[in-house]
């Protein structure tokens, strides 16, 4: 993966662990940059997975 797409790839999955995107973003901010379902799934559902284990009870970006 070319470097640049590493990079947009980490700062998407960035801003939805952080809860500053929604799932949904993050999906069409992946599925742009070439991303397919198969992949960009998975590495959001280890977020969550990652989320949970924090204890937190967020689920998508914070409202103001």
Known sequence: MPELTQQLLDEVVADYAGGRITRREARQRLAAFGIVPALAIPLLAAQDARRDAAG?????PAQA
């Open 56 to 60: 937190s009870d967020e689920t998508g």
